[in-house]
């Protein structure tokens, strides 16, 4: 789905989840409501954005409700590219057992859910949040690629967490602006996988957390 959450919708999010810093922003909305900085939690005017690391954000639902399949479908897939590159770089980085098999799981997950669209022939379209998602999805390789060791793990796996969160928001977001069944149906099966995965970072993330605390400075190979 960034360091890294400034990607990801983003599992993967896809992941819509993301990957996910620096960038360009959203332009401001005509109404305060719509423009005031959301965290991810409910928002009373129904128009949901999502805050980057650096306080950019991926879109709204009335973004959403106007994207067409094709839009959709470059959206999805550039989540599942975003994962696919940071997850190679932490395996060309880490000497972190659990950020490696993480890593590997990303690629191999993430690769099969581009195959499966892919075989949906949807075609691809940009759109304001997918060109987002690619700003921003460069961004958190760079700022990867500047880290080494134990930085670079715990940077990776928070990326991860904020970004499959990121990206779970924008899947389901995606789903109800859909119109071709098999697209939906994708979305569908695509939202318990990045479920699942935000749910492995998180574990990922405390357990680097809880052995930088036993060390004094971080793990670079939990067993």
């Known amino acids: 789905m960034a360091m890294l959450s400034r990607s990801i919708l983003l599992t993967g ?5 993301a990957a996910h810093c620096g960038g360009s922003s959203t332009p401001p909305s005509n109404t305060p409501e719509a423009s005031a900085e959301n965290t991810g939690g409910p928002d009373p005017t129904g128009s949901q954005q999502f805050t980057q690391g650096d306080g950019t954000t991926t879109g709204s639902n009335s973004d959403a409700a106007s994207l067409s399949d094709a839009q959709i479908a470059a959206i999805a897939d550039k989540i599942n590219t975003s994962e696919i590159e940071q997850a190679r770089i932490a395996q060309s980085k880490s000497n972190n057992e659990q950020v490696r098999h ?4 990303m690629i191999e997950h993430h690769g099969q859910a581009k195959s499966q ?3 949906l022939g949807l075609g691809s379209a940009e759109s304001q949040m997918s060109m987002q998602l690619e700003q921003e999805s460069k961004a958190t ?3 990867l690629q ?3 060791g134990p930085d670079f793990d715990r940077a990776y796996m928070q990326g991860q967490v904020e970004g499959h969160q990121k990206a779970l928001d924008t899947i389901k977001q995606l789903r109800t602006s859909a119109q071709s069944p ?3 149906s994708y979305l569908d099966k695509l939202t318990p996988q990045v479920e699942q995965h935000l749910e492995q970072a998180r574990s990922a993330q405390q357990a ?3 052995s930088s605390d036993r060390t004094g400075f971080g793990a670079t190979g939990m067993r």
């Open 102 to 105: 993480f890593a590997e799981m």
């Open 208 to 210: 680097l957390q809880a």
């Open 146 to 148: 500047a880290k080494t």
């Open 141 to 143: 390789l760079e700022t």
């Open 182 to 184: 098999e697209l939906r």
């Open 13 to 17: 999010a896809l992941a819509l989840c």
């Open 117 to 119: 669209q892919q075989a």
